[in-house]
T-cell receptor, first 110, second 114 residues
Framework: DGGITQSPKYLFRKEGQNVTLSCEQN?????MYWYRQDPGQGLRLIYY???????QKGDIAEGYSVSREKKESFPLTVTSAQKNPTAFYLC?????????FGQGTRLTVV | DQQVKQNSPSLSVQEGRISILNCDYT??????FLWYKKYPAEGPTFLIS?????DKNEDGRFTVFLNKSAKHLSLHIVPSQPGDSAVYFC?????????????FGKGTKLSVKP
């Protein structure tokens, strides 16, 4: 089935550790995105990529890094510089008039 | 400063009645608006959208209305069903922007009571 796969669904890390969230899509979409959701908040854009080997910062990129070496993959690294990393992270891809989302990864940093 | 606002954090409706979810925006450069539905611990799913050149779009029980002069859009669900209980996000896209680069509101939690 076509879609966007985020893994893992739940992730726990100790404070000070970097952690990488996976996002894979087989929809042949050029554009991919990472959003963050906090309780009572909308979805805020972290990074986006319109094409392979290119990506742009979103509204809250500090403390995060991404890569886009393949069209299908857009991993997000949450670094130790991110002050409040505990959140629900959503990956999305798009081609035409709508964005499709993955199921999300709940990251908890203890 | 929020560019897309959903001023009601929650809404409770009786099954079979109409649910009306509201969304206001401030930027006149938005050209496309979308509604997403989200269950807890899941990704949002696309529901319905409307281009800024239209004032109404209908899909089954879901209708979106756009009032450009008021910078306001609303989602109507008729009749409401218990399975509609979820958080609904309004999103807007800048003219010429990528479809994934959306500005989201904070969401409205809809509860449909049997």
């Amino acid at each position: 089935d076509g879609g966007i796969t985020q893994s893992p669904k739940y992730l726990f890390r100790k404070e000070g550790q970097n952690v990488t969230l996976s996002c894979e899509q087989n929809l042949n979409h050029d554009a991919m995105y990472w959003y963050r959701q906090d309780p009572g908040q909308g979805l805020r854009l972290i990074y986006y990529s319109q094409i392979v080997n290119d990506f742009q910062k979103g509204d809250i990129a500090e403390g995060y890094s991404v890569s886009r070496e393949k069209k299908e993959s857009f991993p997000l690294t949450v670094t130790s510089a991110q002050k409040n990393p505990t959140a629900f992270y959503l990956c999305a891809s798009s081609r035409n008039t709508e964005a499709f989302f993955g199921q999300g990864t709940r990251l908890t940093v203890v | 400063d929020q560019q897309v606002k959903q001023n009601s954090p929650s809404l409770s409706v009786q099954e079979g009645r109409i649910s009306i979810l509201n969304c206001d925006y401030t930027n006149s450069m938005f050209d496309y608006f979308l509604w997403y539905k989200k269950y807890p611990a899941e990704g949002p799913t696309f529901l319905i959208s409307i281009s800024s050149i239209k004032d109404k779009n209908e899909d089954g029980r879901f209708t979106v209305f756009l009032n450009k002069s008021a910078k306001h859009l609303s989602l109507h669900i008729v009749p409401s069903q218990p399975g509609d209980s979820a958080v609904y996000f309004c999103a807007a896209r800048f003219y010429g922007g990528s479809q994934g680069n959306l500005i989201f509101g904070k969401g409205t939690k809809l509860s449909v009571k049997p």
